[in-house]
């Protein structure tokens, strides 16, 4: 088995939110961006379990279908809320992550987001502190006893300190007696990226 590099902190949330996530499990993807994370947790929660996943870039969607359809796996798209709860399977939505309360109807035992640009496509086209928080509150206002929210935060494109700053404030803010959280940083680099994971106590 070829280990992660050590500084890859997309590998980290992952793995880290494998250990809580099973099959059957509701995941969320907060961001599909290439559809990597998608990937993951659909892999993780099986075809009796559910993903969804958000992205208000279609180009992001389409990416994130061709990664599952080349793994075997037929995703869902939406546009809108449904009108009835989803499926087992992976919903691709084209929706702000902050109206995913409008999604949910049982409480995923992961989430995961990763902050910053679509690689590849528009870097004026980011994620957005307001936008980020709504959608990270509700993730953790709705997580699963014993789930874990993990987000991955680039700070080296304009917005990304700001952005980094009010998402670490939320976490910093989670009551210890509820919340055990963890902060991983790529420590020798100019700009550095770094985790969060906020582990709701059982």
């Not at 994370?37 to 958000?54: H, I, W």
């Amino acid at each position: 088995m070829v280990p992660f590099p050590l500084t890859s902190i997309v590998s980290r949330a992952q793995e880290l939110l494998g250990e809580v996530l099973n099959a059957g499990e509701l995941a969320v993807d907060l961001t599909a961006g290439g559809g990597r994370d998608t990937l993951f947790l659909a892999r993780r929660v099986g075809p009796e379990g559910r993903v969804l996943s958000f992205d208000i870039q279609q180009e992001a969607l389409t990416r994130s279908a061709g990664l599952l359809t080349n793994a075997g796996i037929s995703p869902f798209f939406h546009g809108a809320p449904p009108a009835s709860p989803l499926p087992c399977g992976v919903h691709l939505i084209h929706d702000c992550h902050s109206r995913l309360e409008n999604y949910l109807d049982a409480s995923p035992s992961a989430v995961i987001a990763n902050l910053g640009f679509l690689p590849g496509g528009d870097k004026a086209r980011t994620t957005l502190p307001a936008t980020t928080l709504a959608a990270l509150g509700c993730a953790l206002e709705s997580l699963a006893p014993g789930g874990r929210l993990a987000v991955a935060v680039y700070v080296g494109h304009p917005g990304g300190a700001k952005e980094g700053r009010v998402v670490e404030d939320l976490f910093q803010s989670l009551p210890p007696q509820r919340w055990q959280v963890l902060r991983l940083q790529v420590f020798n680099c100019a700009t550095p990226p770094f985790l969060l994971i906020a582990e709701k106590r059982s």
